[in-house]
């Protein structure tokens, strides 16, 4: 393939347009009142850019609007407009009219103010529902992830039972079972904590001093955790009997069953389960040996973006969650035209998805009806104990107390209605799935703006789910009503895998990661650069944000201006630092050559094509998320074919050459300065000084979005001028304020953004509390907030 | 069930299919009449041998009277077959229980394995197919026999475990198949998407006018996200409506107590729903072979409904002159004649969907164990009878053959239903001489 769209992933272009239309004379004098701004506006502008920047079809038909500062637009107007003749309109005038434009409507706070934006009525999200119901399901089992956290001991707790061997001196004694291994009682156990299974034994046992060889059997226990959602392959290796579960622990629910072995060949078998991200699933491997002449068990997976590796320590742990509702149902994808995926829409998939999930819910409860409801079949008071968990099932999925109303509807209703309490159950569990009180969580109903409105939104923000029971009892209680109480329950929360989960989701919606699942690198070009080496990058990315993020300081600048990168050994070979082991550690490098996340391997080769490096795909990406400069769709897509180039250019010239013509340049001149700042980086992230056999030219103007001028002479350039920069800082906000909240920042209040942006710079730009500001500014909107206790005394 | 599975088993349901979400592709849920007769296999076990003395006829022929155990049987005197001296000669590793399990239907050797059992070497699972599932290959591989399901298998009180023991029917060789033995799990199966439908139906209405309660105090512009919502409730409605009037089975589900558990003691009523289930889904053409497995072998089910509260299998070791075991395990075997009857008397009362005679007419049961007597191990003379019809067997006898590898009687049922390209079965060595003459 050598042509490839140019604008394949990423749409931009120019925000002014350059109109071939003359403005005439004689604009009818204005009355005195009027901005002076507003006089040559009309005169020299109206015409293309309609009378309130509304735009003109045919001319330039979007609105006029974007982020540049009135210095920077006036030289801009000054320069360029009106495009036919940039002199008719002097620098006063070009003054003049930004002044007024500014105010009037070009600004994003004048924006706001035309068109307030407003909150709109969302329903879950795919996401929301998945976590939503596991931990609805999870209120009623409790234990580890949801009373108390998950345990931190890493691995899996072993358990070794057979036959103990005769201590030196003593006497053998005969125990050759009569009848197998069920009824040979093993009279030894060794417990002992295992970081990763993987275990040949040969003709021994687990421990050759104290147990004999001949049989035995062992079991692993303890929990994965899930770090992202998707498909997880397990696979187990053995020649013995082996089974496994994760998650449903019950005999009946075995996930792989290698029990009966087939001839003295090592067998593998594997099967795929779905984890939701941010959780940590029970596992348990059993592996048993008899009289065969071999022992060896292994532990597999493959993660939804990983390649297969035996299950690493660290995604292990010797505590065991209960089970958990896991919704696998296939859905739609949000809606993402607003550039992040929200709730607006349904649709009739959407629909069929959400009762597909509420019957497997439904059919679930049924299952495990005895262990949710603390009762059993034939009691006396069953039907007593079965009407309370529905009802306190309505209660957490709705969020709050049940009107009168909602009881009678969701409860009495339903077991009136249903020929035995069991299927009354099954009922009201459907039908609250389904309700719109359990898949709109914001419906605006004025009545209710109370501290469960408060806890609705702020687990949603934080959790994507429910509020736990915590937080529940919290607004139950009336413990939500001041900032500080707030502040404390967002605290507790931050700090739950829930909420790391939901970050990572942000910076692969920030970072624009979707890109780099599925791509692939020439062999040939790249030898070496494979799956594996992209599922490295990706933990290497993770880890160094995680990192980052979740340490004290929590610094913005930090991401941008690391001098290090994160390598195990397989990385560093490839990439040029020498590391041993598989683990990640931290590799010091020239800090002219790596800067923070924009100069990741991961990050630069998912912004390339298969061969070559990609400034506009690059500089795309910086100009929008990082820079935090506004791109509109191009006006047309030019195809990038590298044939028609001259073989002998470089990457550089060749870009230079394809976005020369007129058009391009208005939004090109911000692009190209970008992506050239990395040609110093092919197509996998490695440092190159030649392209093409010629030097790498990575020098270039770039035009700032407050009027001045930055020489870009590589990476830590554009760092350095972003980590402080309020553009760059209010890029990053909205884009964390869309993926937190799934509304728009400017619904929250015109100036928003700005004073959120106030807030983090002066916060020494910690992520974590920005995290806070917003979560608080979502919980708490419209809703009088009493005094912090401090405050009251 | 919780796991992948479940949305495969969704899927091929139809669930998540596009517009007629409850329906589409199960052409035979509804049971509509089919010209050509229908046979069917269904494979009774029960396990730990039988009593020898209380269960085979002393006479041969047509004229031969009752022993106490097939007693329950009487009333289907004239369509049934006693075949004694059939013998599972197959061999290899593994200890009786095992072979006489997995063996019994795959009639070939175990493969080397890890499992141990109370003699021979260890083993693993059966190498070869079973007849069961031979027949149902056979019959899914003609289109006018094809079915939804083809077979299905059914249990009671099968402990939770996969091994040798407590596995009969494989798909191939090392592909032992799970027998269902929770009522609910089968209803799933078999009707899950009706289920869902009726608790669907009984909700709808309620989301409906939940959903005109919360938008009636929203604004026009949240109003109308609902509106729309409202539309696709109403969407579902006449789907399902539409669904029902094409969905109509020829049987109804039969009724199953939702709050029945899986435990020992009620194992007489799980039979009997698991036998009604059975019959229901034959009925309504799902599938033409069935099996009907009891516990497993070396089960030790503890029968307090009959007043019994040692478990079988340790009674069945029990020297024959013990005499209160002797009565007790002749208890048992008589309780299985009796769930087996239960099995042709509902065969017997259900008419065929062509309208001529009964289902039990066109269908064969077997009921076999994994031994011939518990006590002694031996797979000699294991159990068989034959009840029902549509293969061409001369009925009402009983037979007495020589030590005959039951190899060749599962040939004379192949054949007997039509599968006659089927020429050795299992250990080629143990078919010479053939399929046993039946006719």
Partial sequence: ?793 | MKHLDRRQFLRNLGISAGTLPFLSGLPSLTGAPAPQKRQRLIVMFSPNGTIPNEFWPEQEGADFSFKSILKPLEPFKKQMLILHGIANKVGGDGDSHMRGMSCLLTCDELLKGNIMGGGGNPAGWASNISIDQEMKNFFQSRAETKTRFGSLEFGVAVPDRADPWTRMSYAGGNQPIAPMDDPHQVLKKLYGQMKDKESLVSILDDVGADLKRVSSKLSARDKALLDQHMTLVRGLEQDLADADKQGALAHPVPKVDPSIEMVNDNTPQISRIQIDLLVNSLANDMARVGTLQYMRSVGMAQMRWLGIEEGHHSLSHDPDDKKESYEKLMKINTWFAGEFAYLAKRLSETPEASGEGSMLDNTLLVWTNELGKGNTHTLDNIPYVMVGGGCGFKMGRSLKFDKAAHNRLWLSVAHGIGHTSLKTFGKTELCEGGALVLA
Avoid at chain 1, 24 to 46: D, I, N, Q, S
Avoid at chain 1, 60 to 76: F, R
Avoid at chain 1, 170 to 198: F, H, L, M, S, Y
Avoid at chain 1, 677 to 705: I, M, Q
Wanted: overall charge neutral.
């Fill in chain 1, 1 to 793: 393939m050598s042509a490839r769209t140019v604008f394949t992933n990423s749409s931009f272009a120019i925000f002014l347009v350059l109109s071939v239309k003359t403005a005439l004379f004689g604009a009818a004098p204005a009355p005195e009142r009027e901005h002076p701004g507003k006089v040559v506006y009309l005169k020299l502008c109206a015409e293309c850019h309609g009378d309130r920047g509304q735009g003109v079809e045919d001319e330039y038909d979007e609105v006029l609007t974007g982020e540049k500062s009135v210095e920077a637009l006036a030289k801009y107007i000054d320069r360029t407009m009106p495009e036919d003749d940039p002199d008719k309109c002097s620098p006063e005038e070009s003054k003049l009219v930004t002044a007024y434009i500014y105010e009037a409507f070009y600004s994003p706070a004048a924006q706001a103010q035309i068109n307030p934006p407003q909150k709109e009525l969302s329903r879950l999200t795919i996401d929301q529902v998945r976590r939503s119901v596991m931990d609805l399901i999870g209120r009623f089992r409790m234990g580890p992830g949801f009373d108390r956290p998950v345990g931190n001991e890493q691995g899996l707790k072993a358990t070794y039972r057979g036959v103990e061997l005769p201590k030196p001196g003593e006497k053998a004694v005969d125990t050759t079972p009569k009848k197998g291994i069920q009824a040979k009682r093993p009279n030894k156990t060794i417990e002992r904590v295992e970081p990763v299974i993987a275990f040949h034994w040969g003709a021994d046992s687990p421990d050759k001093v104290v147990l004999e060889a001949e049989q035995f059997q062992n079991r692993f226990e303890g929990s994965v955790i899930a770090a992202e959602t998707g498909l997880y392959e397990f696979a187990v290796k053995s020649e013995n009997g082996f089974r496994l579960w994760v998650n449903d622990g019950s005999e009946s629910d075995v996930l792989i069953d290698g029990w009966v072995s087939n001839g003295p060949q090592v067998r593998e078998e594997k099967k795929s389960i779905f984890l939701v991200s941010g959780r940590t699933y029970m596992l348990r491997l059993e592996h048993f040996k008899f009289k065969e002449q071999t022992a060896s068990i292994e532990l597999w997976w493959r993660t939804p973006h990983g390649v297969k590796e035996l299950i690493p320590a660290h995604a292990m742990r010797t505590d065991r969650p209960r089970e958990l509702m896991i919704v696998n149902t296939e859905f739609p994808a949000d809606d993402s035209s607003g550039g992040y995926p929200r709730g607006t829409t349904i649709s009739k998939a959407w629909d069929q998805a959400v009762t597909d999930a509420a019957i497997a819910t439904a059919e679930h409860v049924v299952e495990n009806l005895d262990e949710l409801s603390g009762s059993k079949v034939g009691e006396p008071d069953r039907g007593g104990k079965l009407r309370k968990f529905a009802f306190s099932f309505v209660e957490s999925a709705l969020r709050r107390p049940l009107s009168d109303e909602q009881k009678a509807f969701f409860i009495e209703a339903q077991f009136k209605a249903a020929k035995s309490p069991e299927t009354a159950v099954k009922r009201v569990v459907l039908f609250t799935l389904k309700s719109p009180e359990f898949l709109y969580p914001n419906l605006r109903d004025d009545e209710k703006q109370d501290d469960f409105e408060v806890a609705s939104r702020l687990a949603l923000a934080l959790w994507d789910s429910i509020p736990d029971k915590k937080l529940a009892q919290a607004a139950t209680a009336g413990k939500l009503h001041t900032r500080d109480q707030l502040k404390a329950e967002a605290q507790r929360m931050i700090a739950d895998p829930r909420s790391k989960a939901k970050m990572q989701g942000f910076f692969h919606h920030w970072l624009e990661l979707e890109r780099a699942e599925g791509s692939t690198k020439d062999p040939k070009i790249f030898p070496g650069f494979d799956a594996e080496m992209m599922a490295d990058l990706r933990l290497s990315l993770f880890q160094f944000i995680d990192q980052v993020v979740w340490s004290e300081k929590s610094d913005y600048r930090e991401l941008l201006q690391a001098d290090y990168l994160l390598m195990n050994e397989h990385l560093g070979k490839y990439y040029g630092h020498p590391v041993t082991g598989n683990e990640f550690q931290r590799v010091g490098c020239d800090p002219m050559q790596r800067a923070g996340v924009i100069t990741h391997p991961f990050l630069l080769a998912s912004l390339a094509y298969t061969k070559q490096s990609s400034p506009i795909h690059r500089g795309v990406f910086l100009t929008r998320n990082i820079v935090g400069m506004s791109l509109k769709p191009p006006m047309k897509a030019v195809v990038f074919e590298d044939s028609h180039f001259n073989p002998k250019l470089t990457m550089r010239e060749k870009i230079t050459e394809l976005t020369r013509s007129g058009g391009c340049m208005s939004c090109h001149s911000m692009i190209n300065p970008l992506g050239f700042s990395l040609e110093n980086f092919d197509a996998v992230g490695r440092w190159r000084t030649k392209d093409n056999n010629k030097p790498v030219n990575p020098v270039s103007e770039f035009a700032t979005a407050d009027g001045k001028t930055v020489r870009l002479a590589g990476p830590r350039d554009i760092v350095n001028y972003v980590a402080e920069n309020p553009s760059g800082h209010r890029a990053f906000i909205r884009h964390l304020f869309h993926h937190i909240v799934k509304q728009e920042p400017t619904a929250y209040g015109a100036q928003r953004v700005d004073e959120m942006q106030r807030e983090f710079a002066a916060n020494g730009c910690n992520i974590q509390k920005l995290l806070m500001d917003i979560a608080l500014i979502a919980s708490l909107d419209g809703i009088p907030v009493e005094p912090d206790t401090k405050a009251k005394k």
